[in-house]
């Protein structure tokens, strides 16, 4: 986007820009200027969704914003729903028809056409709406256009709207019922019956509701308690039946018993695995070399000890298999008091005999060999202690697996109680303590609102200026027109080697522009210019020797090609050149313009004749103006030599060629030309059918580049001027 053309463009509609707006802030002001007074009135309710003082401690204090904002949405569309703004609008009918004289508005024309009787029976038919809180339709016409005088007073749901608004305060716990109107006392009406009328509304649905709750959730509640009894009295009577009472704590202690007996079986293997080593190291020592011992002590004492212990090892025994009674305990004891009195007596009697020791080792063998046997004999009880523990252990293994399915059973089944039970207890405490919708203050009638006008005269400014700023927009993006040599080199279709400006006066003859001195400002301009463009083109031709043959064309007839042909050719002249000029027919103009160039010569002739007048500094060879080709006239080979003849007898010749819409003759006469340009005109555009000629000119041999003509002069850049 060209930010300096936009610029230029903004200035050129500038008084635009300015008139629009302040003619819309005029009409505004004379529309609002009497814009009557209005008053708003204000209802705060409070839910208690998110009061803390209205909560109960069992509460959960963690407040949910998601849930809570959902309510409170919930709540302030019901408030707009039909059914509500349909009550409102009954309330709202019925005070101005029963009320006349203090009416909220003005009545309507349709009001004023019922008589009283038709008004009794009209209010009796909104009562029983309001009654039946029924939803106003269109529907509702009747007789008396119930619908038709409630619209007529503004009192529909769609006029309410306009002026109403339900909202919740930031993140409180107040929704806000504001109404805006001429009337205070109708404003104050509006939010306190709307808010009324919801809050009963509301209560009673949700009242409904919940009794509705209550009632489906304590038949559920019946119902999984009565599924519960069944389960636990199926799981008692197999118990009962099976003989078990308590199978977990059964199976405890049986396996408790196991891992004891398991334990003292255990103790006695290795009580007779120390005792049966401790024997045979007594045996070793007992048959040693030493002989002494042996028949040491007295017959009778020896023989009374080894008496006493046949009599302790049968004691033993005896007491093994009596199941350990404490009668044969006792009886061991005595036995073995008996032997240790009889032992010590012959250690006293025989402090010095060689024996004692052996008796000693004697001794402790007869009791390791009771301990063995007393082990022994503990075995064969502790493993029949453990098989009949064991069997009643696994005869459990059945009866715990049908138990453990019974209470699955009755736990799923309690579990379901316990949930719905819950439920029902939850939903009682919601019905008391749930949401209650309060009214907090009040809609009262206050002060009127601030006036509107300035804000209204400034949105009609800026909406004036904006559209108009749109339209300024709309007419640069849609502009494709080409004003200055910038614009036409964006194109890219060739370099742009000079601008010609506009001349605006009817004289335009080459003569006078360039005899006239600073007098006219555009002349001047023109001057300067032409000298530019003049030198840009001898630079050109002093690349190429002997070029001198210059064609000058168009994309369109109509662009100035022939006029600039014509002062080019004055502003070589001016420079001491003689110039050929070959362009259209002229003769008609002479007659009438004596100022134009002489024009009585006509290239065909001179083809023919090879005999041309020249004049002081320019020369004119007329074309054909007919539609007949050159070719046509001579061959190629012929005019090739007509136009070395002249390239002979002048400097420069300038040719003016048809415009590229007439291709046939122009590509012919570019043909014989060594160089040539196109000649633009600045406010025109390029459509898709010149992109064919814009590319046939680009590709011609020697073509040198553009010169945009009719330039404004406020487009003309510094440099452009230069």
């Not at 029924?134 to 749901?157: F, H």
């Not at 636990?232 to 977990?248: A, F, H, M, Q, R």
């Not at 590229?660 to 633009?680: G, I, P, Q, Y």
Request: net charge positive; with cysteine; aromatic share 8%.
């Amino acid at each position: 986007m060209d930010i300096k053309a936009f610029i230029k463009l903004l200035i050129k509609y500038k008084w635009v820009l300015i008139i629009v707006p302040v003619f819309a802030l005029i009409i505004t002001y004379f529309f609002v200027k009497n814009l009557p007074k209005e008053y708003k009135s204000q209802v705060q309710m409070s839910t208690g969704l998110v009061d803390q003082s209205r909560q109960v401690a069992s509460e959960n204090q963690n407040t949910d914003y998601f849930k809570v904002n959902q309510q409170f949405s919930n709540i302030i569309e019901m408030m707009k729903m039909k059914k509500t703004m349909s009550v409102l609008s009954y309330n709202l009918i019925l005070h101005d028809l029963m009320n006349p004289g203090n009416a909220f508005k003005e009545l309507s024309p349709e009001v004023k056409k019922l008589s009283q009787k038709d008004r009794s029976e009209v209010i009796g038919l909104y009562k029983q709406k309001l009654l039946t809180r029924s939803v106003l339709t269109p529907v509702d016409s009747g007789k008396y256009g119930l619908y038709e005088l409630v619209v007529s007073m503004g009192y529909d749901e769609i006029n309410l709207n306009k002026k109403l608004s339900v909202y919740r305060i930031d993140n409180s716990d107040f929704i806000n019922v504001e109404y805006l109107s001429a009337n205070p006392l109708l404003s104050a009406f509006v939010v306190n019956t709307l808010s009324e009328e919801f809050i009963n509304s509301y209560s009673t649905n949700v009242s409904s509701n919940q009794n509705k709750s209550i009632s489906v959730l304590d038949s559920l509640v019946k119902k999984k308690e009565a599924a519960m009894n069944a389960k636990n009295s199926e799981l008692k009577n197999y118990k009962i039946n099976n003989g078990v009472l308590n199978l977990d704590k059964q199976s405890e202690i049986i396996y408790k018993q196991i891992t004891d007996y398991e334990e003292r079986k255990s103790q006695a293997l290795r009580e007779i695995q120390s005792n049966m080593g401790a024997i045979a190291d007594l045996n070793r020592k007992l048959n040693g070399k030493d002989k002494s011992y042996l028949g040491s002590a007295p017959v009778a004492e020896n023989t009374a000890i080894v008496s006493l212990n046949n009599q302790l090892k049968t004691a033993s025994n005896h007491y093994v298999d009596n199941g350990f009674k404490p009668s044969d305990k006792k009886k061991i004891d005595s036995l073995q008091a008996l032997l240790a009195v009889q032992m010590n007596k012959v250690s006293d009697n025989y402090v010095n005999d060689p024996g004692a020791s052996k008796q000693s080792l004697i001794q402790q063998k007869n009791t390791m060999e009771i301990a063995v046997s007393m082990a022994q004999s503990s075995l064969k009880s502790i493993d029949g202690e453990l098989n009949q523990l064991k069997a009643k252990y696994n005869t459990m293994v059945p009866f715990d697996a049908g138990v453990q399915n019974y209470e699955r059973d009755a736990d799923v089944a309690t579990k379901e109680y316990m949930d719905a039970l819950n439920r029902f207890n939850q939903t009682n405490v919601e019905k008391s303590i749930g949401l209650k919708l309060q009214i907090a203050q009040i809609g009262l009638p206050g002060p009127p609102e601030p006036s509107k006008k300035i804000i209204y005269m400034a949105l009609s400014g800026i909406a004036s200026l904006s559209f108009c700023l749109l339209v300024v927009v709309s007419v640069f993006l849609l502009d494709h027109t080409i004003n200055n040599s910038k614009q036409l080199a964006a194109l890219k279709i060739g370099q742009v080697i000079g601008n010609i400006n506009l001349i605006n006066e009817k004289d335009k003859d080459p003569r006078v522009i360039w005899s006239n001195s600073d007098e006219i400002t555009d002349y001047v301009l023109f001057k300067d210019l032409m000298r530019s463009l003049r030198f840009e083109i001898s630079k050109m031709l002093q690349l190429d020797a002997g070029s001198k043959i210059l064609g000058i064309t168009s994309i369109k007839p109509g662009e100035g090609k022939t006029f600039l042909t014509s002062t080019l050719a004055y502003a070589f002249a001016m420079t001491g050149k003689k110039v050929l000029l070959i362009g259209d027919d002229y003769t008609n103009r002479e007659a009438s313009d004596s100022k134009a160039l002489v024009t009585s010569q006509y290239f065909e002739n001179f083809l023919q004749k090879k005999e041309i007048k020249t004049e002081d500094l320019i020369t004119f060879l007329n074309k054909n103006s007919s539609s007949k080709s050159l070719l046509e006239i001579q061959n190629s080979t012929a005019l090739k030599a007509g136009f070395d003849y002249l390239k002979d007898k002048f400097d420069l010749i300038l040719i003016d060629v048809d415009s590229l819409r007439s291709v046939n003759k122009a590509k012919e006469w570019l043909s014989f030309t060594d160089h040539s340009l196109a000649v633009f005109e600045a406010g025109q555009s390029i459509n898709d059918s010149d992109k064919e000629f814009l590319t046939y000119i680009r590709k011609q041999d020697g073509f040198i580049g553009w010169v945009l003509n009719k330039v404004k002069v406020k487009e003309l850049s510094q440099r452009d001027q230069a």
